[in-house]
């Protein structure tokens, strides 16, 4: 086939698009930029499934996979899903999109999700949910939820190196310039207090005045922001000043719940009770688009209430195909128990990555961990040079990606952070089998012993490609040639 003619699902089914085909497609009508640069690294793919937890390249090149930002918790087609999931199309007869009318899939996921928070939270017990299909969704249901139970106020609050998404109520809550600059203005009233510092989050608070803060939207673990875990007593100490001034708690669990951390719900193991939780990655199984926001019912009822019950919808939030995934991923989390198998792997894995960061402290700056969820921050390449700011940011991001490169060469795929350049994150999924687990953190060993300071991520890598990624850098957008590509 050529990339002319209409492409039939048939033939990217049957592998007849060929990864040098789909790669230049995929750069000519999607975000081109983004893939040229992951192409220079040599960590563009495309990449296929061999087994959950690893991805083959074009060449037959296996890796082990602790991408999908936390959001495949069983890896690539899991067969437990992807079996339920034939099954499910065979045979069931529920309405597909049923946006005004009841539906078992949303009806036994809606009452789960309540049920397995109400285990650790009892004053959620008849709390609802509103489904969507993404977190941003899920965090701009939360923001509207919260803005009809406060009406009069009018100050949002979250937290330095937060990261809410990208869409115009959650992108103003993520105080990342490089996200946020070019939208300006964003919604108003948004005001940012620094992670884990409950004197400062209090002191806000007083100076705009209670009465004027609708909501704190807090990440119980910063992912995005580099795996960045608050000091014990932040988070339930956030909840009880918020509740004596009756403020609204957004706990965002999108990357942190069900599991991810090493608990069902981080928020409430730390010992905050939210009063809206979100929810997102991980209850789609790493195969559907699935959000929702869990909101106590007086709130919800404010919002959604008698007549006003369509002021907030979607189309495809609830879809049956969505909500039955979702129910069969949070059933295979509970029967395998696997929130608490990622807490006990998460120690032995963050146990390794702090021997490496004593081996090799000219290449790792600082290790973190908690449950699946691990990040390595390096040190900045040319570390003992005063740079101005936007060149320190430039060279702490350009670490971070040579280490990516070599992370991958050493045989495992990881991710950057979105809102901090240092990092980079392994995300392994949840039920990864001993063994693999294992053999990842070797190949994180073999990758240290092959780079073991930063500034020989730099004299690793070939001179010629150096040179292409600081001219990537350096020009403005443009359309790539195929030769490029
Ligand atoms: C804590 C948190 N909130 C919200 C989001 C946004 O989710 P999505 O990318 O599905 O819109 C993310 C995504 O990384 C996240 O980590």
């Known amino acids: 086939m050529t990339p002319r003619s209409f492409i039939r699902a048939d033939d990217v089914l049957a592998e007849r698009l060929r990864p040098a085909d789909a790669r230049?497609?995929?750069?000519?009508?999607?975000?081109?930029?983004?893939?040229?640069?992951?192409?220079?690294?040599?960590?563009?793919?495309p990449f296929y499934s061999v087994s959950p937890w690893e991805l083959e390249d074009e060449n037959g090149v296996r890796r082990i996979n602790a991408s999908g930002y936390a959001a495949t918790p069983f890896g690539e087609m899991p067969p437990e899903l992807t079996s339920f999931m034939r099954e499910f199309l065979e045979k069931n007869r529920a309405m597909s999109l049923p946006q005004q009318s009841a539906s078992p899939w949303r009806a036994a996921l809606g009452a789960n999700l309540v049920q397995l928070l109400a285990r650790e939270l009892p004053s959620h017990s008849d709390s609802q949910v509103f489904f969507c299909s993404s977190g941003t969704e899920a965090i701009e249901g939360a923001l509207k939820f919260a803005k009809t139970w406060r009406p009069k106020s009018k100050h949002f609050i979250s937290f330095s190196s937060a990261y809410h998404g990208k869409t115009y109520g959650s992108l103003s809550l993520t105080p990342n310039p490089e996200y946020q600059d070019a939208f300006r203005p964003l919604v108003p009233g948004a005001l940012t207090s620094p992670y884990g510092d409950l004197g400062a989050l209090q002191s806000l608070i007083r100076r705009v005045g209670p009465d004027s803060v609708v909501a704190v939207v807090v990440e119980?673990?910063?992912?995005?922001?580099?795996?960045?875990?608050?000091?014990?007593?932040?988070?339930?100490?956030?909840?009880?000043?918020?509740?004596?001034?009756?403020?609204?708690?957004?706990?965002?669990?999108?990357?942190?719940?069900?599991?991810?951390?090493?608990?069902?719900?981080?928020?409430?193991?730390?010992?905050?009770?939210?009063?809206?939780?979100?929810?997102?990655?991980p209850l789609g199984g790493g195969l559907v688009p699935v959000g929702a926001t869990i909101v106590r019912q007086a709130?919800?009822?404010?919002?959604?209430?008698?007549?006003?019950?369509?002021?907030?919808s979607n189309t495809f939030g609830g879809g049956a195909l969505s909500m039955a995934v979702g129910l069969k991923s949070l059933e295979y989390l509970l029967d395998n128990d696997y929130p608490a198998r990622s807490l006990i792997l998460g120690e032995q894995g963050l146990a390794r990555l702090q021997q490496l960061q004593r081996r090799f402290p000219r290449l790792f700056e600082a290790v973190r961990g908690q449950g699946m969820l691990f990040a390595m921050q390096f040190q900045p390449m040319v570390g003992g040079l005063p740079l101005p700011g936007a060149l320190r940011e430039l060279v702490f991001e350009a670490t971070a990606?040579?280490?990516?490169?070599?992370?991958?060469?050493?045989?495992?795929i990881a991710n950057m952070s979105l809102s901090s350049k240092r990092v980079v994150r392994l995300s392994p999924a949840l039920n990864m089998p001993q063994d693999t687990f294992s053999e990842m953190f070797d190949r994180i060993e073999r990758f240290a012993q092959r780079n073991h300071s930063s500034l020989q991520l730099l004299t690793n890598t070939p001179p010629a490609l150096l040179t292409q990624l600081a001219t990537f850098a350096a020009t403005k957008p443009k359309k790539r040639t195929p030769s490029d590509g």
């Open 24 to 45: 230049y497609l995929d750069l000519h009508h999607g975000n081109e930029e983004l893939l040229y640069g992951l192409q220079l690294l040599g960590v563009v793919g």
């Open 299 to 312: 709130m919800f009822k404010k919002m959604l209430g008698g007549l006003s019950s369509k002021r907030h």
């Open 401 to 412: 990606l040579l280490a990516l490169r070599e992370i991958h060469h050493a045989g495992v």
């Open 220 to 281: 119980p673990i910063q992912g995005e922001g580099g795996v960045n875990i608050p000091p014990p007593g932040f988070l339930r100490g956030l909840g009880e000043y918020c509740r004596k001034h009756g403020i609204v708690v957004i706990a965002d669990e999108i990357q942190t719940g069900l599991g991810r951390t090493g608990h069902w719900f981080e928020s409430a193991a730390q010992g905050l009770d939210a009063d809206i939780i979100t929810l997102a990655k």
